[in-house]
Protein backbone atom coordinates (compact mmCIF):
# COMPACT_ATOMS: atom_id res chain seq x y z
CA UNK A 1 0.00 0.00 0.00
CA UNK A 2 0.93 2.77 -0.82
CA UNK A 3 1.57 6.07 1.93
CA UNK A 4 0.06 9.11 0.85
CA UNK A 5 2.19 10.73 3.68
CA UNK A 6 6.00 11.64 3.66
CA UNK A 7 7.06 9.96 6.63
CA UNK A 8 7.93 13.16 8.55
CA UNK A 9 3.93 13.61 8.13
CA UNK A 10 3.29 9.94 9.25
CA UNK A 11 5.13 10.01 12.41
CA UNK A 12 3.39 14.24 13.13
CA UNK A 13 0.08 12.26 12.50
CA UNK A 14 0.89 9.10 14.50
CA UNK A 15 1.85 11.50 17.28
CA UNK A 16 -1.08 13.77 17.44
CA UNK A 17 -3.98 10.85 16.94
CA UNK A 18 -6.39 11.75 19.56
CA UNK A 19 -6.51 8.74 21.74
CA UNK A 20 -6.98 7.72 25.45
CA UNK A 21 -3.85 7.64 27.94
CA UNK A 22 -2.01 10.11 26.03
CA UNK A 23 0.92 12.05 28.14
CA UNK A 24 -0.93 15.43 27.98
CA UNK A 25 -4.06 13.37 29.25
CA UNK A 26 -1.87 11.82 31.90
CA UNK A 27 0.02 14.69 33.25
CA UNK A 28 -3.83 16.25 33.97
CA UNK A 29 -5.13 13.25 35.68
CA UNK A 30 -2.17 13.08 38.17
CA UNK A 31 -2.53 17.02 38.64
CA UNK A 32 -5.99 16.22 39.58
CA UNK A 33 -5.35 13.47 41.86
CA UNK A 34 -2.58 15.48 43.70
CA UNK A 35 -5.20 18.38 44.18
CA UNK A 36 -7.39 15.55 45.94
CA UNK A 37 -10.05 15.85 42.94
CA UNK A 38 -12.40 12.59 42.53
CA UNK A 39 -12.65 11.97 38.93
CA UNK A 40 -13.50 9.21 36.49
CA UNK A 41 -11.65 8.46 33.28
CA UNK A 42 -13.51 5.28 31.76
CA UNK A 43 -16.92 5.75 33.39
CA UNK A 44 -19.96 5.27 32.06
CA UNK A 45 -20.35 9.19 31.79
CA UNK A 46 -16.72 8.98 29.84
CA UNK A 47 -18.29 6.61 27.28
CA UNK A 48 -21.98 7.80 26.90
CA UNK A 49 -21.71 11.98 27.13
CA UNK A 50 -21.20 13.59 23.96
CA UNK A 51 -17.69 13.96 22.63
CA UNK A 52 -16.56 11.49 25.23
CA UNK A 53 -14.71 13.40 27.73
CA UNK A 54 -11.51 12.83 28.33
CA UNK A 55 -12.66 13.77 32.82
CA UNK A 56 -15.35 14.21 33.49
CA UNK A 57 -15.41 15.34 37.85
CA UNK A 58 -19.23 13.92 38.72
CA UNK A 59 -19.11 16.42 41.48
CA UNK A 60 -18.43 19.92 39.97
CA UNK A 61 -20.75 18.77 37.31
CA UNK A 62 -17.66 19.31 35.21
CA UNK A 63 -16.33 17.47 32.23
CA UNK A 64 -12.85 18.41 30.90
CA UNK A 65 -11.37 17.69 27.40
CA UNK A 66 -7.54 17.67 26.23
CA UNK A 67 -6.88 19.00 22.93
CA UNK A 68 -3.87 18.16 20.90
CA UNK A 69 -2.94 21.18 19.59
CA UNK A 70 -2.43 19.88 16.68
CA UNK A 71 -5.26 17.97 15.79
CA UNK A 72 -7.64 20.23 17.83
CA UNK A 73 -6.23 24.02 15.62
CA UNK A 74 -5.01 25.71 18.66
CA UNK A 75 -4.64 28.91 17.01
CA UNK A 76 -1.57 31.24 18.00
CA UNK A 77 -0.37 27.98 19.35
CA UNK A 78 3.57 27.05 18.79
CA UNK A 79 3.19 23.75 18.84
CA UNK A 80 0.22 23.92 16.08
CA UNK A 81 1.27 24.78 11.95
CA UNK A 82 -0.71 24.14 9.11
CA UNK A 83 0.95 21.16 7.12
CA UNK A 84 2.30 23.07 4.18
CA UNK A 85 2.03 19.63 1.58
CA UNK A 86 -1.82 18.59 1.06
CA UNK A 87 -2.83 22.13 2.76
CA UNK A 88 -7.07 22.15 1.79
CA UNK A 89 -6.98 18.97 3.12
CA UNK A 90 -5.67 19.81 6.49
CA UNK A 91 -7.55 22.86 6.84
CA UNK A 92 -10.78 20.87 6.16
CA UNK A 93 -9.78 18.25 8.28
CA UNK A 94 -8.74 20.38 11.18
CA UNK A 95 -11.86 23.33 10.74
CA UNK A 96 -13.84 19.80 10.75
CA UNK A 97 -12.53 18.54 14.48
CA UNK A 98 -12.78 22.37 15.08
CA UNK A 99 -16.37 22.39 14.42
CA UNK A 100 -17.41 18.73 15.75
CA UNK A 101 -15.19 20.29 19.62
CA UNK A 102 -18.12 23.55 19.31
CA UNK A 103 -21.11 21.00 19.13
CA UNK A 104 -20.22 18.78 21.44
CA UNK A 105 -19.25 21.93 23.88
CA UNK A 106 -22.87 23.11 23.00
CA UNK A 107 -24.35 19.91 23.60
CA UNK A 108 -22.97 19.19 26.84
CA UNK A 109 -23.82 23.06 28.03
CA UNK A 110 -27.81 21.84 27.17
CA UNK A 111 -27.40 18.61 29.42
CA UNK A 112 -26.06 20.69 31.86
CA UNK A 113 -22.30 20.50 32.06
CA UNK A 114 -19.64 22.74 32.82
CA UNK A 115 -16.99 22.27 30.26
CA UNK A 116 -13.30 22.93 30.56
CA UNK A 117 -10.93 22.42 27.22
CA UNK A 118 -7.29 22.25 28.33
CA UNK A 119 -5.08 22.53 25.46
CA UNK A 120 -1.96 20.37 25.45
CA UNK A 121 0.38 23.15 25.42
CA UNK A 122 -0.79 23.98 29.17
CA UNK A 123 0.67 20.52 30.35
CA UNK A 124 3.83 20.05 28.05
CA UNK A 125 6.29 20.98 30.88
CA UNK A 126 6.50 21.83 34.28
CA UNK A 127 6.05 25.78 33.85
CA UNK A 128 2.79 25.19 31.90
CA UNK A 129 1.44 23.11 34.63
CA UNK A 130 2.34 24.89 37.53
CA UNK A 131 0.20 27.76 35.78
CA UNK A 132 -2.56 25.72 34.94
CA UNK A 133 -2.31 23.94 38.49
CA UNK A 134 -2.69 27.61 39.83
CA UNK A 135 -5.89 28.05 37.75
CA UNK A 136 -7.80 24.89 38.36
CA UNK A 137 -10.02 25.50 41.04
CA UNK A 138 -11.18 28.32 39.35
CA UNK A 139 -11.49 26.30 36.17
CA UNK A 140 -13.11 23.78 37.60
CA UNK A 141 -15.15 25.33 40.21
CA UNK A 142 -18.63 27.39 39.51
CA UNK A 143 -17.93 29.84 36.93
CA UNK A 144 -19.95 31.12 34.02
CA UNK A 145 -19.12 27.93 31.20
CA UNK A 146 -18.80 30.66 28.63
CA UNK A 147 -15.76 32.18 30.36
CA UNK A 148 -14.33 28.84 30.77
CA UNK A 149 -14.55 27.64 27.31
CA UNK A 150 -12.88 30.63 25.59
CA UNK A 151 -10.15 30.34 27.40
CA UNK A 152 -7.10 29.14 25.80
CA UNK A 153 -3.52 28.37 26.41
CA UNK A 154 -0.45 29.16 25.02
CA UNK A 155 3.08 28.55 25.78
CA UNK A 156 5.66 31.29 24.35
CA UNK A 157 8.77 30.42 23.37
CA UNK A 158 10.96 31.08 26.43
CA UNK A 159 8.36 28.77 27.64
CA UNK A 160 6.16 31.24 30.10
CA UNK A 161 2.74 30.41 29.75
CA UNK A 162 0.49 33.13 29.41
CA UNK A 163 -3.27 33.07 28.53
CA UNK A 164 -4.47 33.94 25.30
CA UNK A 165 -7.68 35.81 24.87
CA UNK A 166 -9.49 34.73 21.98
ZN1 LIG B 1 -1.44 24.89 22.18
Redo the contacts with the bound molecule.
Keep these: MVDIFTPEQRSHIMSQIRGRDTKPELALRSMLHRMGYRFTVNGPKNKRLPGRPDVVLPKHGTVVFVHG?FWHG?EN????KMPKSRRAWWKAKICGNKARDERVQAELRVLGWHVVTI????LKNIHARMWLEARMPSLIGPQPVEEVISE????AEDETPYRVNS
Design positions: CHCADFWACATWKV
